[in-house]
């Protein structure tokens, strides 16, 4: 079955920057879209960033573009997002998630139909 875990959160100060990683097993890997997403604290789950299967295009919202990058290695199955010039208000719970078809990448999140257990991304001084 599809597994889907988040590594590489914790606790990072404004400015400062972090890595997550997602190991994905159970499906191939490099024929589906894959995202991450977020929830803040007491806030609904938002798209983050998107990429395709073969990596070549990639996908932002407004408030990480420029200070995220979302990549992923078919050879180890695994998506990384890299987030630099962290701000208070990217603490959130993270997570990633496989796309429902090979087609769709975006930020309709109903579309996806796998989702890891999430890791935690907290910043504050």
């Known amino acids: 079955q599809v597994q889907l875990v988040e590594s590489g959160g914790g606790l990072a100060q404004p400015g400062g920057s972090l890595r997550l990683s997602c190991a994905a097993s159970?499906?191939?890997?490099?024929?589906?879209?894959m995202s991450w997403a977020r929830q803040a604290p007491g806030k609904g789950l938002e798209w983050v960033s998107g990429?395709?299967?073969?990596?070549?295009?990639?996908y932002y919202s407004d408030s990480v573009k420029g200070r995220f990058t979302i990549s992923r290695d078919n050879t180890k199955n695994t998506l990384y997002l890299q987030m630099n010039s962290l701000k208070p208000e990217d603490t959130a719970l993270y997570y990633c998630?496989?796309?429902?078809?090979?087609?769709?990448?975006?930020?309709?999140?109903?579309?996806?139909?796998?989702w890891g257990q999430g890791t935690q991304v907290t910043v504050s001084s």
């Open positions: 998630a496989k796309s429902g078809n090979n087609d769709y990448l975006g930020p309709m999140l109903e579309e996806y139909d796998s």
């Open positions: 159970g499906f191939p890997f490099s024929s589906y879209p």
């Open positions: 990429i395709y299967g073969d990596g070549t295009d990639t």
